[in-house]
């Protein structure tokens, strides 16, 4: 094969491919500590209330696609791979298969936007083990939280589903920025992510004018230690409390319509909303969105001129 291409590793979660997947996803998620009968079960009833699987595996390949489409229209010449974090092709068999491929420089981007030690470093940790073993150059993308063209596809996001408010209501409409939360402990490392998770909110708010928002935190794991709050559920009573009626979720921490966003969101928190009689909407999310994939070349293509 062609020895000048440049090999793309995109790193993303992963999913289950059927509920017969999901003990060993969670085992493996659990750092091989299989969860218990009743959290197993729970984990399958999430994965059931949103129709049996989550479309993350359809929708990372279909960005993945997309930006090898978008590269290749440019100089530049990429084979692009797709490693998971926590499903089939794990990122460690994707890079074995690169080096098979006679790839030998590699550049890494995990779609997600945010760096945490936690989240991106360990995607990237991951990654780096990996190709040093095959002995493969590696670089690797930390974070894209404020690259123009994502922020630009958010704006849009955010402006439509303000626009789904009764217009007397926008001015007052509170817009939640969410992420996926973290153990507590990473704020004593001096972690970004809080801080990043801010700068992306703030970008937004800024463009679109918006006067009420905040940051918030959801889906947080069930283990011992505290994760960042409070949980997007207790913000949620205690915006009631202030007095909020209208309330619009933006989960910037993620980039495609998964479980934390068809369950947690669209179920558990409607449900709350509903209770508390909040209007809740939220905004659509980028998945293949052509904004975000051009915005993700540019990263790539930025990384690769670093060289
Ligand atoms: O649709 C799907 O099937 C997959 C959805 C999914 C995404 C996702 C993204 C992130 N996670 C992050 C951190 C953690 C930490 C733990 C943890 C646990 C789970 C469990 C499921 C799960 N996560 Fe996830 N995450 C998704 C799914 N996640 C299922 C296990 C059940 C549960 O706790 O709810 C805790 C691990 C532990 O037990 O020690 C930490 C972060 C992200 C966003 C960045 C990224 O996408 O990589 C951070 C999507």
Known sequence: MDKQKIGLLVMAY??????????????????????????????IDRYEAIGG????????????????RKLNESTCSFQVYVGMKHAHPFIEETVEQMAKDG??????????????????????????????????????????HLESLFVDALV???????????????K?????????????????????YPRQLRETAEAIATRVG????????????????????????????????EGVKQLLICPIGFVSDHLEVLYDIDIECQKLAQELDIHLERTA????????????ADVVLRKVNEH
Not at 53 to 68: C, D, F, M, R, W
Request: with cysteine.
């Open 172 to 192: 007052e409409t509170m817009v939640l920025f969410t992420a996926h939360s973290l153990p507590e402990k990473i704020v004593e490392m001096n972690d970004p």
């Open 156 to 170: 849009l996001r955010v402006e439509a589903a303000l626009a789904r408010f009764p217009k007397a209501e926008r």
């Open 210 to 241: 918006i006067s009420h928002w905040d940051n918030g935190w959801q889906s947080a794991g069930q283990t011992n230690v505290p994760w960042l709050g409070p949980d997007i559920l207790e913000k949620m009573t205690m915006l009631k409390a």
């Open 285 to 296: 999310s980028l998945n293949d969105d052509p904004l975000f994939i051009e915005a993700l």
């Open 14 to 43: 992963g999913t289950p491919s059927s509920l017969n997947e999901v003990e060993e996803y969670y085992t493996h998620i659990r750092r091989g500590n299989p969860p218990t009968p009743e959290k197993l079960q729970e984990l």
């Open 103 to 144: 790839i030998h420089q590699v550049i890494g981007i995990v779609l997600a936007p945010h760096y945490s030690i936690m989240s991106i470093g360990a995607y990237n940790k991951t990654a780096r083990e990996a190709a040093q073993a095959h002995g493969l150059e590696i670089s690797c993308v930390d974070s894209y």
């Open 53 to 68: 699987v989550s479309p993350l595996n359809a929708i990372t390949k279909s960005q993945v696609e997309g930006l090898e």
